[in-house]
């Protein structure tokens, strides 16, 4: 993942949404840079924050990834990068479909969040 492929994301996401967005990432390479800048630019009710350097506990991401790599998929080994990707995109989209895990992320970090937000 580089910053073109994240803005290219982020706008098909904003293509797709009307309303104001709000997105909180990390320090990653692939979120910062001239493509990040131009998107902001172009889109101006996206509204990007960016989480302290070396803060895993304040972000919601983290408690994702825990699930998968030390709970649901930690003894899946999949036979070929086919069998990977479909395993990987069906337990990704259980978890979009449950949003009461998904803001139990939120909760878990020191961060106040609007408990009428809907994630994708």
């Known amino acids: 993942m580089n910053a073109e ?6 706008r098909g996401l904003l ?12 320090r990653g390479n692939m979120h910062r840079g001239d493509p990040i800048r131009e998107m902001e630019a172009d ?15 304040l972000n919601p991401v983290e408690q994702l990834w825990n699930l998968a790599k030390d709970k649901d ?6 036979h070929d990068v086919t ?14 479909h449950d949003q009461a895990r998904l803001r139990s992320f939120f909760a878990a970090t020191p961060l106040r969040w609007n408990p009428l937000t809907v994630f994708f």
Do not use: C, K, T
Request: no cysteine; net charge negative; charged share 25%.
């Open 83 to 96: 069998e990977s990707d479909r395993v990987l995109r069906q337990w990704m989209e259980n978890v979009r």
């Open 73 to 78: 998929l930690s003894n899946f080994v999949p």
């Open 15 to 26: 293509h797709r949404i009307d309303s104001p967005v709000v997105i909180v990432h990390d």
């Open 5 to 10: 492929a994240y803005a290219g994301f982020v």
């Open 43 to 57: 889109f101006p009710r996206l509204d990007l924050n960016y989480l302290p350097p070396y803060a895993p506990e």
